[in-house]
C-alpha cells in the first residue's frame, strides 16, 4: 500500500477536541506517515494548530502544521519557527495562504516560494517542507505556466515534497507531473484525495477552491437529493478507483483530507486494500 498522510482541522471547542482524538484514533489503524493541521486565513488559528500538532505528536505520530506567509513580518515568522523547533516539530507545510477579510496589506512575504527560501535561511535543513501543488491550475494563476513556474521556484527556493489541491482526475495529476519533470522538478508530488461524504459541502468547497468535479460525477450526485447512504456508497466507489489509478500510475503517496472525520477515508482505503 502506498505511504499515507492525513490532514485535520484545529478543532475550536473542547467537545470538538475530543471527538477529534477520537477520530484520529480509528485513523492511526492506517499507520500515517505524518499528519498535518491546518490553520485559519491569515493564520489566524495558528495556537490551536500547534496545539493539535502536540497532541498528535504525543500520540506518537509524526505531525506538520500548516504555515502561511501572508499578512506575516519575519519577526512573528521567527517566532513561529522557534516555537515549532522547541516544539520538536521536523515538517511543516508551507503555503502562501490567504488574506483574513478586512486586511489591507499582504505583509513582508507575496509568495510561498518566499517564505520557503526564509524557512531554510533561518533554520537550514531542520525541517521537511511540504508545498501546495495544483494539478488544474491555481485560481489565481496567470496561466497554466505560470502556475508549473511557481511551484518549480518552491522546489528551487528548497521545497521537498508537493501535496496536491484535491481532484477527481488522474490524467491531470499525472500531465502536471509530467510537465514538472520537463521543468527539471522531481520531488514527490503526492496526490490530495478528498472522500466524499456530502454533495453539498463538496460542491461548496470545489467552488471555492477551483478543484473541478467532473460533470458526470456532479450530476449523479445532484440525482440522489437527500439520500446520503446513496452519496457515501457512490463517493466510495469513485474516491476508491481514483486512488487506484494514482497507485497503479506511480504516485509516491496518498494524502487524504479527512474533514476531521473518520469514516470516508478508511471506507475508501478499506475498498483499495480489498480489491
Known amino acids: 500500500m502506498l505511504p499515507i498522510s492525513l490532514e485535520f482541522f484545529p478543532p475550536k471547542t473542547p467537545e470538538g477536541a475530543d471527538k477529534l482524538r477520537a477520530v484520529r484514533q480509528q485513523l492511526y489503524a492506517l499507520k500515517p506517515e505524518f499528519c498535518s493541521v491546518t490553520f485559519g486565513a491569515g493564520g489566524s488559528t495558528q495556537d490551536g494548530t500547534l496545539q493539535t500538532v502536540s497532541a498528535i505528536m504525543a500520540e506518537g505520530v509524526p505531525a506538520a502544521p500548516h ?13 513561529r519557527l522557534a516555537a515549532y523547533r522547541a516544539a520538536g516539530v521536523t515538517r511543516i507545510v508551507a503555503l502562501r495562504g490567504d488574506l483574513p477579510s478586512g486586511y489591507g496589506a499582504a505583509g513582508e512575504f507575496r509568495y510561498a516560494s518566499d517564505l520557503v527560501a526564509f524557512i531554510r535561511a533561518e533554520t537550514g535543513d531542520h525541517f521537511h517542507l511540504e508545498v501546495a501543488a495544483y494539478p488544474e491550475t491555481h485560481p489565481q494563476a496567470r496561466s ?18 508537493g501535496i496536491t489541491q484535491y481532484f477527481f482526475n488522474s490524467d491531470a495529476y499525472f500531465r502536471y507531473v509530467d510537465d514538472l519533470y520537463k521543468l527539471g522538478v522531481d520531488v514527490p508530488i503526492v496526490p490530495g484525495i478528498m472522500p466524499i461524504s456530502s454533495s453539498t459541502q463538496l460542491m461548496r468547497f470545489s467552488d471555492a477552491c477551483g478543484a473541478e468535479i467532473p460533470r458526470w460525477i456532479r450530476l449523479r450526485l445532484q440525482s440522489f437529493g437527500d439520500d446520503t447512504a446513496s452519496i457515501k456508497a457512490f463517493g466510495v466507489d469513485v474516491v476508491a478507483d481514483l486512488c487506484e489509478q494514482l497507485a497503479n500510475g506511480g504516485a509516491p503517496g496518498l494524502h487524504f483530507y479527512t474533514m476531521n472525520q473518520a469514516q470516508a477515508t478508511l471506507a475508501v482505503l478499506g475498498r483499495v486494500n480489498a480489491r
Do not use: W
Request: charged share 25%.
Open 67 to 79: 504555515l502561511s506567509c501572508i499578512g506575516q513580518t519575519r519577526e512573528s515568522l521567527r517566532e
Open 144 to 161: 497554466p505556466q505560470s502556475d508549473l513556474e511557481a511551484f518549480a521556484a518552491k522546489v528551487k527556493a528548497g521545497a521537498n515534497t
